[in-house]
């Protein structure tokens, strides 16, 4: 069965200064790739949990 969640991209923000989110069925520890300020950034999806209820996708080409 595919399960559907949504992850938190950790260090990114929307044009209005809200957390980026993304929905997917990828599975824990894949990575995807995300536009972010007109680059293309790679996130690792994770188990971790957030305090909102989403999964955290932390940043694989930059620091936080």
């Known amino acids: 069965m595919t399960t559907l969640r949504r992850y938190t991209l950790l260090g990114t923000t929307t044009g209005d200064g809200t957390l980026t989110r993304l929905l997917s069925t990828r599975p824990a520890g894949s990575i995807v790739a995300h536009h972010v300020d007109g680059r293309t ?9 957030m305090h909102d209820g989403t999964f955290a996708a932390k940043p694989l080409d930059r620091y936080l």
């Open 41 to 49: 950034e790679r996130f690792e999806l994770t188990d971790v949990p």
